[in-house]
């Protein structure tokens, strides 16, 4: 029966999400108020039908009901409740089911919250409701999630067990929420240009929506990689995957897109190219769920791929992303207006942040797909792997790094390079004394880790003296607070990057019981091997003790884990952190007579790459906050300063 | 003196079949740690962008034993590089060699900031003349 519900749902969901289509262009219309309303109410029932097919499909897998295909697929009874929930996205159907609940729950807020007037809002409802309704039949055609299946099984065929991980669970949800957050930005968009009222009261409606997708990408990418760190089994927390750049592309796009709207917020400043980056970021959201989905890629992100799914995702990609930017090339010049400033400002520091950053961008999309591109052309295989982001995209972003301090200190229009650079004289005296403590005391002497030392020191330091003066100023506000948080997230990242890159080191030994192992200090003695067993796996874990100057400070248990259900195996790390730094152990194979590979890294610094990335979230909620009308302490005496 | 020789050449003979036969770990700490450094300029070829260093697949220990093969018996890393690439083509390479097919791969980047700051540029010069041309700032 729920089965039944939910297909029955996501019906009335396609109605619905058509009719907020059209009322919502209706709506754009000057006097289209009364079409706004029903795009408004659509979007409410949107939301309620989506959600009750999601509720539906959990349901479904919570009950382990094996009538359902996908259930079958992809539970099993004996998995732990949260992965039976979770396990409803962690498939395809399931997860295009997320897509479009998340994407309704943004058309809700756009309709609930109504920023920028009717017009804007009916007409961002309408272009929501055109993605809905794309979605939608997408799900229907060809990922339907509720198919039966009779007779239905004894038993569902389980989950990857890589995915049953607390930290993965919410992963996806987190990650969506950004990639369809840029939806909002996107519609916001394509409604600016429809009506023609993409000025400053445009940027300020849009922004809270640009804000949230940014917030959740960055925690979905944070979150991402250190998921990958600690599961899987080295050390590493970034690969250069394509699945990961699909997710870096719209973030870095995105970043781009929120310094680019605070000039347009501001004056109207750069309205044109803020509308452009708002297509771009969605446009790459969507080519990440092309990349994904189309099974063009191959990877635990990808699921179960089929070309048919590939087509039609490769059609609304062409849709939308082509619609957008025929719209963007036939409204966009009239808008244009031209700002004036000098070429040291505000402004000008906005535009170099944009050119780095959609620089950076390019290249992670030229690296990710040139691999496929040139496969496609001429048969010829190449790879793209780290060492290519490290020539490439490395020397932009440090670019980019140097420059963020100065950005901050400038005065819109004309800014006073002197006195920023005045102003910034404490922040360079700490970043002199951190690379330069960092070439004596780090052990082996590095010097481009010792630079980015000094780098991290130089970010951190400058976001404080920014928030000093503003204080001192009186115009210490939500604004300022989220970009002295933001940049100084992005040193703290860089440190813990330096540490661990520069830094790290590792050891790895065939092992009897009783066997020890040095690394960096530590001496790792295995214990035993004993048999374990979860509640749907069985596993190996190893006793390891750490010794460090003759005493036993900690005991480590790796574990490697096989689930009968789904035929494979994967490891559990064990990490002991000081916060500053990892003694991260993994087992590996048994060999011949109860000896077993294990594997060890000192990973100093590592906990700061994730806390920086949390550290920035923090700036971009401060902005939120700002622009959601929350007061800041006092801020009635600072708003006029701001 | 030629029989010394002889015993010293048939140590390390003796010490490379023995690198051979248990080559998951050359005991060779200078060779080893080539093998190391070798291993994560190579992909895993059934992995989704792990390097062999990286990898737990069985094909990339495989791997990881035939560059320890091949170094014990004397190639020096680019023989080893030119080994695998003849054996499983440029695939297996994280990074991608400079030539012509992969021209636009490597210089698209630069291409990216240099157009981009032509436009900056652009933009910038005509902002600054319309700052200009503004009649006097108001003082605030």
């Known amino acids: 029966m729920t089965g039944e519900i939910g297909l029955l749902s996501l019906s009335l969901a396609l109605a619905l999400a058509l009719v907020q289509s059209l009322a919502g262009l209706a709506g754009a219309r000057g006097n289209g108020a009364r079409a706004a309303a029903v795009a408004s109410g659509a979007a409410m029932g949107l939301l309620v039908f989506v959600g009750l097919a999601f509720a539906s499909l959990i349901f479904g897998f919570v009950t382990s009901d094996f009538s359902i295909l996908d259930v079958a697929q992809n539970s099993h009874t004996a998995k732990p409740l949260l992965y039976k929930i979770t396990g409803a996205w962690g498939n395809h159907e399931g997860s295009m089911v997320l897509w479009v609940f998340v994407l309704s729950l943004y058309s809700g807020f756009i309709a609930f919250a109504q920023r920028g007037g009717t017009r804007l809002t009916s007409a961002a409802l309408g272009v929501q409701g055109l993605l809905a309704a794309a979605f939608l039949l997408f799900i229907l055609l060809t990922s339907n999630p509720f198919v039966r299946l009779d007779p239905p099984p004894f038993e569902g065929a389980g989950l990857n067990p890589l995915l049953q991980d607390p930290g993965l669970a919410f992963h996806p949800p987190v990650l969506y929420a950004g990639y369809v957050g840029l939806s909002a930005a996107f519609a916001y968009a394509a409604a600016g240009l429809v009506t023609g009222e993409a000025d400053a009261r445009w940027a300020r409606a849009a922004r809270p929506f640009m804000l949230i997708a940014w917030i959740a990408l960055t925690l979905g990418i944070t979150g991402g990689s250190w998921w990958a760190y600690y599961t899987l089994g080295w050390g590493g927390f970034w690969f250069w995957d394509p699945v990961e750049n699909a997710s870096l592309m719209p973030w870095l796009v995105a970043t781009a897109l929120l310094h680019s709207a605070l000039a347009t917020e501001r004056t109207g400043a750069f309205r044109t190219w803020t509308l452009l980056l708002a297509i771009l970021g969605f446009s790459l959201s969507l080519v990440g769920t092309f990349l994904v989905r189309s099974g063009v890629l191959t990877s635990v992100h990808a699921f179960a791929n089929d070309p048919e799914r590939g087509f039609f995702i490769l059609m609304m990609l062409i849709a939308a992303i082509g619609g957008a930017l025929v719209l963007f090339a036939w409204r966009a010049p009239k808008l244009e207006s031209g700002s004036a400033f000098h070429p040291v400002s505000r402004e000008m520091a906005l535009l170099l942040n944009n050119l780095l950053l959609v620089s950076a961008a390019a290249t992670v999309f030229v690296g990710t797909l040139y691999p496929l591109a040139l496969d496609a052309l001429t048969g010829k295989k190449i790879s793209v792997g780290p060492p290519y982001f490290a020539i490439t995209f490395a020397p932009i972003f440090i670019a980019l790094l140097l420059l963020v301090p100065f950005g901050p200190r400038l005065a819109w229009r004309r800014g006073d390079l002197k006195s920023a650079v005045r102003s910034l004289a404490p922040a360079f005296g700490a970043a002199l004394i951190a690379a330069v403590t960092a070439l004596a005391i780090a052990v082996p002497r590095n010097v481009a880790g010792a630079g980015a030392f000094g780098l991290a020191a130089w970010l951190i330091a400058s976001s404080i003296v920014d928030a000093v003066r503003r204080n001192r100023e009186r115009a210490f506000g939500w604004t300022a607070a989220a970009s002295a948080f933001a940049h100084a997230g992005l040193g703290v990242t860089l440190m813990g990057l330096a540490g661990t890159l520069v830094w790290k080191s590792e050891a790895s030994d065939v092992l009897a019981p009783g066997q020890t192992m040095p690394i960096a200090g530590y001496e790792l003695r295995l214990r035993d091997v004993a048999d374990v067993n979860g509640p749907n796996y069985f596993a190996k874990r190893a006793e390891i003790d750490v010794w460090r100057g003759g005493r036993r400070i900690a005991t480590l248990a790796p574990e490697k884990r096989s689930y009968p259900a789904e035929g494979q195996a994967v490891g559990k790390t064990a990490i002991r952190t000081t916060g500053f730094s990892d003694l991260y152990v993994a087992l590996g194979d048994e060999r011949e007579r109860g000896r077993w590979v294990v594997r060890a890294y000192v990973n100093p610094l590592a906990p700061f790459i994730w806390l920086g990335g949390g550290i920035m979230a923090l700036g971009g909620l401060a902005s939120l906050l700002g622009r959601l009308g929350i007061r800041f302490k006092k801020s009635v005496a600072y708003a006029a300063a701001e | ?140």
């Open chain 2, 1 to 140: 003196m030629t029989r010394l020789l002889a015993i010293g050449l048939f140590a390390i003979f003796a010490f490379q079949v023995a690198a051979v036969a248990a080559p998951e770990k050359l005991s060779n700490p200078a060779l080893e740690a080539r093998a190391v450094a070798l291993q994560k300029q190579f992909r895993c070829l059934v992995c989704q962008g792990e390097s062999l260093d990286e990898s737990n697949a069985p094909l990339a220990a495989d791997l990881r034993r035939l560059i320890r093969e091949r170094i014990a018996a004397g190639d020096t890393d680019d023989d080893v590089r030119r080994y695998l690439v003849a054996r499983y083509g440029q695939f297996i390479l994280m990074k991608p060699p400079v030539e012509g097919a992969t021209y636009l791969l490597w210089f698209a980047p630069l291409l990216a900031v240099i157009i981009g700051a032509g436009l900056v540029t652009a933009v910038a010069y005509r902002a600054r003349r319309r700052l200009l041309e503004e009649p006097a700032e108001p003082q605030t």
